[in-house]
């Protein structure tokens, strides 16, 4: 029986013979493996050394130690925030930080339930509603912060991603970095928060002790418990009074305190990043306004410029929720203080934090906006030059690329009902206005009482 026959001959195909042969005997070379799938983010080869971030100027390490802050009073609940490479921040349930976080949301729904049961006795106002307002406005934001922390892993692996592009020549860091201009901002935010708090507690005291010395009626000795029970009367009309109870209550007031502050803090930090690497642009483009330049060179800029709108909308989708958190509690404390401009006050010093808190809080509300508004006009302040471009150095790329920048809105904003812009921040003014002078018209017959006897 005549067995089969090995032909190594090989009929070669019309095109190349060779071919066939080097493809039998080479075999296909398997795609590269990446050192775990998490890296599919950042492209970063089995045979590549990775980056030193911690030498890098990027947007992770610029806030991580904010954030980290910001962990002490549960917001955020993330593992990994002060790791210096961004692949190893996560989120997780079964955490230490969510532990911590799930605790301070169940002191903040008692002091609420507390609030709205004492005003449920006495009577709502539009005045003695603000303390209501303030424990929703936190309990609200630690379930904004909570599905943002979710997102986050995913934000900070994209961020760092596209913004490792604008750490390399041809692209150069502005005299001040990104860590140096967010956290000047937060240190002068963090402070002028911590002066309000300390100026309100003060006010509280010496209103307290003052009452005391000169109602003859009020035979209490001043003290630390009689004035717990005196202040936060509507806590213990819930909870038994005891000196821890009164030291933890007086803690975690001065916590909700810094977590009414950071929402705005923290969307001062995303728009210092993002504003950050559209200046970078900008400067490149700047550049190259008395030069001859190829049409390679505008190709690139416009392709990081896209990337960089794709980052902001997937940042933007991310928080918008938490902006407009942010927005409507400044628009309703703006309005509250203002609506108390023209009342009289006992002593000098509730006028001194009043001024100060009313100031304040106009301050933080613009200064949140026009950071946020930067991202907007940085986007577009290389139109300019891209229109004086000459007729040498004039290709599609640059068309494309002043038609985006001229027609697209790059900025951030609250679900999209509203952009972030300077426009916005003079159309919320004049809104302010218009309310106060509805409210002033609404509490006349109350400021017409004036204050109430001191000794009641």
Known sequence: MKGPTLNLRKTPSKDNGVKQVESLAKPETPPPKFVEDSHLAFNVLASEKLPNYASLDLFHRAVF????????????????????????????????????????????????????????????????????????????????????????????????????????????????????????????????????????????????????????????????????????????????????????????????????NYMDLFIMMISKGLSYRFEQITARIRKLEHEEVSESVFIQIREHYVKMCELLEFVDSAMSSLILLSCVNNLYFVCYQLLNVFNKLRWPINYVYFWYSLLYLIGRTAFVFLTAADINEESKRGLGVLRRVSSRSWCVEVERLIFQMTTQTVALSGKKFYFLTRRLLFGMAGTIVTYELVLLQFDEPNRRKGLQPLCA
Not at 68 to 81: D, E, K, R, S, T
């Open 65 to 260: 130690q904010l954030m980290f802050l910001a962990q002490c009073v549960a917001i955020m609940p993330l593992v990994g925030i002060r790791e210096s490479n961004p692949r190893r921040v996560r989120f997780a349930y079964k955490s230490i930080p969510m532990l911590v976080t799930l605790i301070f949301m169940a002191a903040t729904s008692i002091l609420f339930l507390s609030m709205f049961t004492h005003l449920i006795k006495i009577g709502i106002t539009a005045k003695n509603f603000v303390g209501l307002v303030f424990f929703g406005c936190v309990l609200a934001a630690y379930v904004v912060f909570i599905r943002l922390a979710k997102k986050w892993p995913a934000v900070v692996r994209i961020w760092t991603r596209t913004e490792m592009v604008f750490t390399k020549p041809p692209y150069e860091v502005p005299k001040r970095n990104l860590s140096r201009r967010v956290q000047l901002a937060a240190l002068a935010i963090i402070g002028l928060s911590l002066g309000e708090h300390a100026l309100y507690q003060v006010s509280a005291i010496l209103s307290y002790t003052r009452r005391i010395q000169m109602c003859a009626n009020i035979t209490t000795v001043p003290s630390f418990n009689n004035y717990m029970q005196t202040n936060y009367d509507y806590v213990f009309q819930l909870l038994p009074y005891s000196p821890i109870i009164a030291v933890l209550v007086l803690l975690i007031n001065g916590a909700f305190t810094f977590v009414w």
